[in-house]
């Protein structure tokens, strides 16, 4: 069984440009999140994503969004990038929402310069 | 803000030893708790998931709940140097979201 699955691995933009990262869940899983991990700050959450919809979002600004298509795969988008958002981008999926057990993608590197 | 706690360490221990990391978390409605193991450079992975009270084991790892202290721990027993990574707790908020601790970071000497 695949497990998630997340594109690029690396990624070096520059301030102002926008990016977005891509997640496949775990084939069946339904519930896709997002977080960022710096060495300040530990592991973040950004968004979750069930059906589609999201379902909780973290205090994150606007420039960062995200959705989900009907095969659950997700997108999460950062716009007009700042040298802070430079981290690691996690995506974690789980066959439901609520407490169920998530697993984590090899996440997206994303250096701004 | 719901909150996560953990003892960011180093803790060092010996091989063969049993390690013990804590946690605390301040929402009295999470259902849901977790270990994940981190190793440098690598994504968190999964080792341990508990929902009620008292102690779940699975191997040489053993996780404790008591939710009316709002504490969290994972025991290693027979701790091995491969076992050196960070150990980051996890806690649901509202069924959607999980908080993490900033992670204790353990270290296994042979």
């Known amino acids: 069984k695949a497990g998630v699955t997340q594109t690029p691995r690396y990624l070096i933009k520059t301030r102002g440009q926008q990016v977005t990262l891509s997640c496949s869940p775990i084939s069946g899983h339904r519930s896709v999140s997002w977080y960022q991990q710096t060495p300040g700050q530990g592991l973040q959450f950004l968004f979750e994503?069930?059906?589609?919809?999201?379902?909780n979002k973290g205090n994150f600004p606007g420039r960062f969004s995200g959705r989900q298509f009907s095969n659950s795969r997700s997108e999460m988008n950062v716009s007009t990038l700042e040298l802070g958002d430079s981290a690691l981008y996690l995506c974690?999926?789980?066959?439901?929402?609520?407490?169920?057990?998530?697993?984590f993608g090899q996440g997206t590197r994303l250096t701004v310069v | 803000q719901k909150e996560v706690e953990q003892n960011s360490g180093p803790l060092s221990v010996p091989e063969g030893a049993i390690a013990s990391l804590n946690c605390t978390y301040s929402d009295r409605g999470s259902q849901s708790f977790f270990w994940y193991r981190q190793y440098s450079g690598k994504s968190p992975e999964l080792i341990m998931s508990i929902y009620s009270n008292g102690d779940k084991e699975d191997g040489r790892f053993t996780a404790q709940l008591n939710k009316a202290s709002q504490y969290v721990s994972l025991l290693i027993r027979d701790s091995q140097p491969s076992d050196s990574a960070t150990y980051l707790c996890a806690v649901d908020q509202a069924g959607t979201a999980l908080i993490f601790g900033k992670g204790t970071t353990l270290s296994v000497s042979s």
């Open positions: 994503y069930f059906s589609e919809t999201q379902r």
């Open positions: 974690a999926s789980s066959w439901d929402r609520g407490n169920t057990e998530a697993f």
